[in-house]
């Protein structure tokens, strides 16, 4: 069974700086996607990334990177110049046959 | 635009009763999943519906059902509730063609209270 970790459960950052949040899976399949998602306290969950895993080109959406290694199975995504609304709770996401299995996610403060 | 709606937004009920979650979903997707999120924890996979047939399930016990209509909108039911079941519950809808071609949008969710 597939399986995704989030190794860091809270992190606090300054405004303006750059954040990685770790991600590690497990999966035998070799075809897949991954995401990472954002939820703010309005609780609802908003796409921030998403990477084909047959694709080896890291996926960027402005201030947002990922970091893929896919033999390591691991996922991480980078924030650059960090701002006071990317707090939230981060889940990376791995997705197969339409079942989506999340992490348990990390915490992200950004302070002013 | 109207995005994913999700009724109501908080509920709160008695251990052994049932209850019934709405979802109505972003304009034009055809799809619709259900998802539990305890306090804490990431979502977990309930279900998924499409031509209102359930099409995928997850690790959840019958107790849990869904129902699609012909305008694709959903329910989630939960007989016999038991206080593990107290979560938010969030809808998410997509396009069959493809959930990673058409990614999820997800509602806000119904926060729901056993006690």
């Known amino acids: 069974a597939q399986t995704v970790t989030q190794s860091q459960p809270e992190m606090s950052v300054q405004e303006a700086e750059t954040v990685t949040l770790s991600c590690t899976y497990d999966?035998?399949?070799?075809?897949?996607?991954l995401f990472w998602y954002k939820q703010p306290p309005s609780r609802q969950m908003i796409l921030v990334i998403r990477?084909?895993?047959?694709?080896?080109q890291n996926a960027t959406e402005n201030r947002f990177s990922v970091n893929f290694q896919k033999a390591a199975k691991s996922f991480s995504l980078k924030i650059s110049d960090s701002q006071l609304g990317d707090t939230a709770m981060y889940f990376c996401a791995f997705a197969r046959d339409d079942k989506i299995i999340f992490g348990k996610g990390t915490r992200l403060h950004i302070l002013p | 635009d109207a995005g994913v709606t999700q009724s109501p937004t908080h509920l709160i009920k008695t251990r052994g009763q049932q209850v019934t979650l709405r979802c109505s979903p972003k304009s034009g997707h055809d799809t619709v999943s259900w998802y539990q999120q305890a306090l804490g924890q990431g979502p977990q996979f309930i279900f998924q519906?499409?031509?209102?047939?359930?099409?995928q399930r997850g690790n959840f016990p019958d107790r849990f059902s869904g129902h699609q209509f012909p305008n694709y909108s959903s329910e989630l039911n939960v007989n016999a509730l038991l206080l593990g079941d107290s979560a938010l519950y969030l809808c998410?809808?997509?396009?069959?063609?493809?959930?990673?071609?058409?990614?999820?949008?997800f509602g806000n969710g119904t926060r729901l209270t056993v006690t």
């Open positions: 990477q084909e895993a047959y694709k080896q």
């Open positions: 999966t035998s399949e070799n075809n897949y996607y």
């Open positions: 998410a809808s997509s396009l069959r063609q493809g959930t990673y071609n058409s990614p999820l949008h």
């Open positions: 519906y499409y031509e209102e047939e359930e099409r």
